[in-house]
């Protein structure tokens, strides 16, 4: 249960909102952190901790990118494909990208480790192609330079094993 585990951090959300309700967006983020994605359990608790009905959570976690509705591999690699970063090689650099680690758009490796699919705009269109990796931005990115961050997160997930 989020809000045992996470007690002091969701205390901490809350005293910066008015009220409950407001804190559903940070509290999705917890519940995505515990279960790797947004679970049906993790809503069921995000909506008792905001007083909300779990469809209503459930409707803003589909409408935001940031939040995975199923299960992701440890890294989730969101491609911008938005038209300014599409100008800049986008769109080959994500099919490459899929035709390297073998997985259909929104797919996993089969050892669990990466996850791709395109996203919108994600505001850093002079720095494409470029994706975010579990929120922090890798830009100005070509195959090259994709395979050794690939290579660094296979090495950096098996030292983690
Ligand atoms: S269009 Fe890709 S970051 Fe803006």
Not at 55 to 69: L, P
Not at 93 to 119: I, N, R, S, W
């Amino acid at each position: 249960m989020i809000a045992e585990k996470y007690a002091e951090q969701i205390a901490k959300i809350r005293a910066k909102y008015p009220d409950k309700r407001s804190t559903v967006m940070p509290l999705l983020y917890i519940a995505q952190e515990e279960y790797g994605y947004v679970s049906d359990e993790g809503v069921a608790e995000v909506a008792a901790l905001c007083e909300l009905d779990p469809t209503q959570v459930r409707s803003i976690a589909g409408f935001y990118t940031m939040y995975s509705e199923k299960p992701k591999g440890k890294y989730w690699l969101q491609v911008c494909t938005d038209l300014p970063c599409a100008l800049r090689g986008a769109d080959e650099f994500h099919k490459q990208l899929k035709e390297y680690l073998g997985v259909q758009e929104g797919g996993t490796t089969a050892d669990g480790l990466f996850t791709v699919e395109h996203v919108m705009c994600l505001a850093a269109c002079d720095k494409a192609p470029m994706l975010q990796c579990n929120f922090h931005f890798v830009e100005n990115l070509d195959m090259d330079k994709m395979k050794s961050f690939i290579d660094q997160w296979r090495a950096e997930a098996k030292a983690n094993k």
